[in-house]
């Protein structure tokens, strides 16, 4: 992350304010690192003063909010641009039904997908996921189905019926995965917008997520998904049940999560917040830097 110095993600260190000056949490057990994030903080630094006209574009406010707070771009002009999802390869399905027959699933099942390019991933919580599902299991939901996809070198048992999809590079079939799903589980720790919850948003598919950094930017609460406090096992499970037991919001959260996908995250709406903003720096001839 360019306004730390090296970590890529903050995880409740603030020392990027300072410049990261200080005992770093993650390095300090190591002997003789703990001040190397401040050294790489000044040397980024450096470098990018060499740059006289630069300007930062974030792709979440929670990330233009961390590059405000942080002394790496001091006096450089911020703007937020979301990052763009391809809303003509991730499209709600014809039927629903049918898009989980594709997938070898039971058309009467409630589907939850999870997934991450590594499903050991720190970052994407997927330790969460199995106490999340005990929950909703003791609380009487039994007709549910997973899908799982991303790279997973765990042999953990679910306690539904699991469908494995292995890590996806085809776009195309990664669709298929959130057509064939009723919600998605991200129980993510830390992300800058969530490229899996504006996925699934863009095929009409719910989140249920943690109030993680930028992802609730994606996930409205409410309105294209629910949020939980981060951690908040017990609230996410009563979000997954919630969308279980109520179809009727079910729909209503993929209607407007669509919606919104296509209104904000379109790849014509991205181009176009780009475009405006590269005619603006050359007519003003310039300057990246604040005056």
């Known amino acids: 992350m360019p306004v730390t110095g090296g970590c890529h993600g903050e995880m ?12 770093c949490p993650r390095l300090g057990h190591i002997l003789g690192c703990g001040s ?13 003063a060499r740059i006289p006209d630069l300007t930062i574009v974030t792709p979440s406010k929670w990330l233009l909010d961390m590059a405000r707070e942080s002394r790496m771009f001091e006096g450089r002009r911020l703007v937020h641009i979301f990052n763009p999802v391809d809303t003509s390869v991730f499209i709600p399905p014809v039927n629903k039904a049918e898009a989980k027959k594709r997938l070898d699933v039971p058309e009467n099942s409630f589907v939850i997908a999870f997934g991450a390019v590594n499903l050991q991933d720190p970052f994407k919580g997927g330790e969460y996921v199995m106490p999340i599902l005990r929950e909703l299991y003791r609380q009487g939901a039994r007709h549910i189905h997973l899908l799982i996809f991303g790279n997973d070198d765990s042999s953990t048992e679910w306690p539904y019926p699991c469908t494995r999809m292995g890590f996806l590079a ?35 598919v719910p989140s249920v997520s943690f109030r993680t950094g930028g992802v609730p930017e994606v996930c409205l609460d409410g ?12 609230r996410m499970a009563a979000h997954c049940l919630l969308l279980y037991n109520d179809n009727q919001l079910l729909k209503r959260l993929g209607h407007a999560g669509r919606e919104y996908a296509e209104r904000e995250f379109s790849y014509p709406v991205i181009a176009s917040r780009y475009a405006s903003l590269y005619r603006e720096i050359l007519a003003t001839g310039c300057s990246g830097n604040i005056r």
Not at 12 to 23: A, Q
């Open 170 to 204: 085809d776009m195309g079939k990664l669709a298929q995965v959130y057509q064939g799903a009723d919600m998605f589980l991200n129980p993510t720790k830390q992300d800058s917008l969530s490229y899996v919850s504006l996925e699934a948003m863009s095929c009409g």
């Open 223 to 234: 309105k294209t998904g629910l949020i939980a406090d981060q951690f908040d096992i017990d």
């Open 36 to 48: 190397w994030p401040g050294w790489l903080f000044r040397k980024k630094k450096e470098y990018f």
């Open 12 to 23: 409740g260190c603030l020392l990027y304010r300072n410049s990261c000056r200080g005992d």
